[in-house]
């Protein structure tokens, strides 16, 4: 991918800089520094005060390269002059300090990749985001010229009264100096936000739908995508064993087919176990890393939810038996929306028409779930545009229109799932075993939903199938597993009506 140079991050008052250091260098000075080891081999590191991402301390520069075409009002501004406070207290606070830099590649696609430059203080943020992207060769790094470069000063919190910033953390994005400044906050996924914002910055204006996506790959080659905000099941439903791994987390779909933007996997651990996620569990080894995971005697326990909902695993894909090299894939067969519905009346699966597609992907409903964003402790009801608001600095419509795009070129069958709740809202409900949703996708890989008969939910429309093998027909239409039917129609038609008043915005 073209891009003009940016303008380097100016390192040199720092003691040491180790470039590009071996994992286990990198998992030594872990130890060193203070983070722990488990007794399955991965680094344990603790996040401290921010253990999901701070989206209120996000902020783009204006700057004439970009202004025009960043969607203001859900992305933040920032001026010049604030970025340059920014840049000064990081300057001066890296003097003396040892570094780390990991270079690295956004995109799997080499016609739409981005070269990155991690500048880090903390070797576990070093670990982490070699593990997360895509590894360049030794022959690649030799000739290694970054385009982008991000610092994270994630030690170092920023005081508002003097340095001018909302709090104590900061991200701040120069897309014209192609240069990203982190400070105050030591959760590591922050950095792999960042790099994916870029890419949905990127990737629009060359023709590719930039997704906030897991994807996979059948034995017949039939590729599938998996949209959903963290918590959804994006990870955990991509990580099938009759199924091959393209990516958990993040995608572009070019007209040659889907492609990984990452190189690893970053797992939601919260009660992990190896019956139910085995993939993921197995992967969890010599390399990897935990984030806020409680221990016991060296033991993970993934069921202490102590520090936070929002325990990580990251690892490289390769750490997956029957990950896909190189991770792309062809156009998908089948493209799925995800949402944890907290209100309890979606049902767990539905076809959707041209429209709907449409409709859903804007108003992009789910639930925010505990522990991926700071202060959110239950699920509560949000609309994320196209699955991943926090992400997209483009205006909606452009995504939107491009899915559109590709899904009636290709031909691709798009479904609605609910892997959030059934019986009732969150509390009273509840949530949708993880073994009749692997069910239902079981049954759409198989193309078995195609033909069977379908009712026309009264409410919102959706076409749901009467029967699915292996799949309780009463789960299948939820307000057969409300004890209170007119309780349900009371709550389903409130959540249409959210639905409708958001999607104003776009009509």
């Known amino acids: 991918m073209s891009a003009t140079a940016n303008r380097a991050f100016d390192i040199s008052a720092s003691s040491t800089v180790l470039t590009n250091p071996p994992v286990e260098l990198l998992i030594q000075h872990c130890l060193d520094d203070g983070d ?54 990081i300057s001066d606070y890296i003097v003396g300090k040892r570094l780390y830099v990991i270079d ?83 959760y590591a996924g922050e950095m792999k936000k960042t790099v994916f914002s870029l890419m949905n910055y990127l990737l629009p204006g060359q023709g590719v739908m930039s997704m906030h996506c897991s994807a996979n790959i059948g034995e017949r ?6 949209f959903g905000l963290s918590g959804t099941g994006k990870t955990t439903l991509s ?23 990452e190189g690893g ?49 990251a690892y490289p894909l390769d750490f997956v038996t029957n990950a896909v090299s190189p991770s792309v ?26 429209e709907q597609v449409m409709f859903y992907f804007l108003n992009g409903y789910t639930a925010k779930v505990a522990g991926t964003e700071a202060g959110v402790t239950e699920p509560s009801v949000v609309f994320s545009t196209c699955f991943g608001a926090p992400f997209m600095p483009l205006k909606p419509k452009l995504y939107a229109e491009l899915l559109r795009d590709k899904v009636g070129r290709h031909g691709s069958r798009v479904w609605l799932v609910n892997t959030g709740w059934s019986g009732g809202p969150y509390g009273v409900g509840s949530r949708i075993p993880l073994k009749y949703t ?9 193309g078995s939903l195609n033909d069977v008969p379908y009712d026309v939910d009264p409410i919102f429309g959706l076409n749901i199938p009467r029967e699915c ?36 915005q776009y009509a």
């Open 438 to 446: 692997r069910q239902l996708l079981h049954n759409c890989f198989a």
């Open 221 to 226: 080659g039939d590729t599938a995508l998996f």
């Open 329 to 354: 894939g062809g156009h998908p067969e089948n493209v799925f929306f995800l949402t944890c519905d907290a209100l309890g009346v979606l049902p767990p699966i539905a076809r959707l028409d041209p």
């Open 104 to 186: 690295a590649y956004g995109g799997a696609d080499p016609k739409y990749r981005i070269a990155v430059r991690f500048i880090v203080e903390r070797p576990y943020h070093a670990l982490f985001i070699k593990q997360l992207l895509i590894r360049p060769s030794a022959e690649e790094l030799a000739s290694f010229v970054p385009e982008w470069t991000i610092v994270d000063m994630g030690k170092h919190s920023m005081d508002p009264a003097k340095d001018g910033t909302r709090a104590d953390a900061v991200n701040a994005l120069h897309l014209g100096e192609k240069l990203i400044l982190i400070a105050g906050t030591q």
């Open 36 to 89: 722990l080891m488990a007794d399955n081999g991965a680094v344990v590191a603790y996040t401290g005060k921010y253990t999901g991402r701070t989206p209120k301390d996000k902020f783009f520069v204006r700057e004439p390269s970009s202004e025009s075409k960043i969607n203001w009002g859900p992305n933040q501004p920032m001026d010049q002059a604030q970025f340059e406070r920014v840049r000064r207290v």
């Open 265 to 313: 996997c970053y797992a939601k651990c919260i009660d992990l176990s190896r019956e139910r996620e085995p993939q993921i569990y197995e992967a969890i080894r010599r390399g990897a890393v935990l984030e806020n995971v409680v221990l016991h005697e060296g033991h993970p326990d993934y069921t202490d939810a102590s520090l936070t909902e929002n325990t990580r695993a």
């Open 469 to 504: 093998a292996g799949v309780p027909s009463e789960l299948l239409h939820p307000k057969e597993t409300w004890p209170d039917r007119e309780a349900y129609a009371e709550k389903a038609a409130q959540l249409f009506a959210m639905f409708q008043a958001n999607h104003r």
């Open 239 to 261: 990580a099938s064993p009759d199924r091959r791994l393209i990516g958990d987390d993040e995608h572009g779909w070019s007209d040659q087919g889907v492609f990984n933007i």
